[in-house]
C-alpha cells in the first residue's frame, strides 16, 4: 500500500482523539484517588502514580506549603488503600533512639528502600523494616558501617570532598561525586606507581582527577636478540 496513505489513515483519527484530550486532567490520566482529610492540617490526602511507583499525597501542588509525599509499601493498592492506612505512611522517618556517639538515629524508606540514618550517614536494612528494628540492632548495623568506613577510608582532607580509598583493585582516588553525578575514581598506582596512597596532598589528588598528571609509562620491553644463523658445512664427496 502507498505509505502515505498508510499514516494518513492512522494519523487523522490520532490527531481527533488528542485534540478532545485536551482537556483531560494529570488526575485522571495518573488514576489519582481522594481518600479523606488528614486530621492535623486539615488539608487533602490522596493517593495517585508517580515516576517512581504509587504514592500518597498530604496536601495540593497549589498550596503555599508544598504537599508531602510517601512511597506506598507492602501490599498497600491504590485502588484499595484507605485513609488510616495512607496516614500511616506518614510517620516516617521513625526515631530509633538516640546515643552519645551517634545522635538522633532514624529509620525511613528511601528510592532504594528501607535504611537506618545516623548523621549524614546512612546504613540499609535488609531483614528488618524501619517500623520494627530496634535500637540494639541499629547501633550493630552502625558499627559495621564504621568497621566497613575505616578499613575502607585511606585519607580524607579537610574542607574537599576527595577522598583516598581503598578499593576492590587497589587503593585510588575518589571525586567524592556519586555515579551518574561526575563521578571520578582514579587508580593510585597507575599514576603514582609505587609511592604510599596515605602520603598523597590534596593537590596531587586535584592534578590527577583533572587529568593532569598523565600515567606512568611502562618500560619498553627488550626484543630477544634472534638466534644466530649457523653457516651450513659444506657437503662432502663419497666415494664410491
Known amino acids: 500500500m502507498p505509505w ?21 486532567s494529570r488526575e485522571e490520566t495518573h488514576g489519582m484517588r481522594e481518600l479523606g482529610e488528614d486530621p492535623k492540617s486539615g488539608k487533602p490526602v490522596s493517593v495517585r502514580f508517580g515516576r517512581y511507583g504509587a504514592f500518597a499525597q498530604i496536601g495540593h ?14 501490599t498497600l493498592d491504590i485502588e484499595t488503600i484507605k485513609l488510616d492506612e495512607a496516614l500511616e505512611l506518614f ?10 556517639d551517634f545522635g538522633v538515629i532514624k529509620a525511613n524508606y528511601g528510592r532504594f528502600g528501607p ?19 530496634t535500637l540494639e540492632t541499629a547501633l550493630e548495623l552502625i558499627a559495621a558501617k ?3 568506613d575505616a578499613e575502607r577510608i585511606i585519607k580524607t582532607f579537610d574542607d574537599s570532598e576527595i577522598q583516598v580509598l ?9 571525586n567524592g561525586k556519586k555515579k551518574g553525578k561526575g563521578q571520578k575514581n582514579i587508580t593510585i598506582k597507575k599514576i603514582f606507581g609505587d609511592k604510599e596512597p596515605s602520603d598523597l596532598t590534596l593537590e596531587e589528588c586535584k592534578k590527577a ?3 593532569k598528571l598523565k600515567p606512568k609509562t611502562k618500560a619498553k620491553k627488550r626484543k630477544k636478540a634472534a638466534p644466530k644463523k649457523t653457516k651450513a658445512k659444506p657437503a662432502t664427496k663419497k666415494n664410491h
Open 4 to 24: 502515505k496513505n498508510v499514516v494518513k489513515n492512522f494519523y487523522e483519527p490520532f490527531h481527533a482523539q488528542i485534540v478532545a484530550a485536551a482537556d483531560i
Open 61 to 74: 501542588k497549589d498550596d503555599e506549603d508544598k504537599p508531602v509525599f510517601a512511597a506506598l509499601r507492602g
Open 91 to 100: 510517620n516516617m522517618p521513625r526515631t530509633v533512639g538516640e546515643t552519645d
Open 115 to 133: 535504611y537506618i540514618q545516623y548523621g549524614k550517614k546512612y546504613v540499609s536494612l535488609k531483614e528488618h523494616t524501619p517500623e520494627d528494628v
Open 146 to 148: 564504621e568497621k566497613f
Open 166 to 174: 581503598n578499593g576492590r583493585f587497589g587503593p585510588y582516588i575518589w
Open 209 to 211: 582527577i583533572s587529568g
